[in-house]
């Protein structure tokens, strides 16, 4: 055990076996417990923290006179220091905008700004090849875009060009609600159905006018916020 954890100068198969399921254990704890960015907005210090995490705690795999345990200390050290930078840009507005830069206009009402494409190194081609992606193939219907300062482009189309919604032409609409499991793999989820207000019996009759007699033929079944049941059979 003592060459798992300090240097040797030629690690067995069972050292790099321990030492392999270690640093799977270490990746593992710091993706599970680094602050969350929603769709992926990482910032610049998040990716440097990526990089030597990845390269540190798997170097001992490669070298075997690298001492793990040094490895370990070193890597809960910067882990310890991006929970506190992501703390402080959290508390703070200054120290938010020192870290994660700050977001750029690259059209506003309609037209280009050129020095903001240039300060952000950003080519017609990409600018138009990200709003491609979400859509907005026509440059003459943006009013604004902005460049966010997690790299993603974000457009707000002209009034003429924005789409209609129920509202504008009073439509009723019905309460959004993500869709709720009532069956998974063959079981009654009998708390979820408990919440709606239902029970099993009101599950097998509503099944059954679409043809299902047993509940254990159903892989998945869940009701939406319409009250729309989905079914797939096993």
Do not use: C
């Not at 870290?99 to 506003?108: C, F, P, S, Y």
């Not at 060009?161 to 989820?189: A, C, E, M, Q």
């Not at 709606?196 to 939406?224: C, M, N, P, Q």
């Amino acid at each position: 055990m003592e060459g798992i954890w300090n240097s040797v100068e030629e690690l067995n198969a069972l050292g790099f076996a321990a030492r392999t399921l270690i640093v799977g254990l270490m990746l593992y704890i710091a993706g599970r417990f680094i602050p969350h960015r929603a769709g992926g907005q990482y910032a610049g210090f998040d990716f440097t923290f990526f990089w030597m995490m990845g390269g540190l705690i798997a170097s001992p795999l490669f070298d075997s006179k690298i001492n793990f345990s040094n490895t370990i200390i070193a890597a809960i050290t910067i882990f310890i220091t991006h929970y506190i930078v992501s703390y402080l840009s959290y508390k703070s507005r200054t120290f938010e905008r020192l870290v994660h830069g700050k977001a750029e206009i690259l059209i506003l009402k309609g037209q280009l700004q050129k020095k903001n494409m240039l300060k952000s190194l950003m080519p017609i081609e990409m600018l138009l090849a990200q709003m491609r992606e979400i859509d907005v193939p026509n440059i003459a219907e943006v009013d604004t875009a902005v460049l966010e300062t997690g790299g993603r482009v974000s457009v707000l189309k002209k009034g003429e060009y924005s789409p209609v919604t129920p509202k504008d032409i009073n439509i009723p609409v019905i309460d959004g609600r993500l869709p709720v499991i009532l069956i998974n793999d063959g079981k009654t989820v009998d708390k979820n159905l408990k919440y709606l207000g239902y029970d099993r019996k009101w599950l097998e009759d509503e099944l059954y006018r679409y043809g299902i007699s047993d509940i254990r033929t159903v892989y998945l079944a869940t009701i939406d916020g319409a009250g729309q049941i989905y079914y797939s059979l096993m």
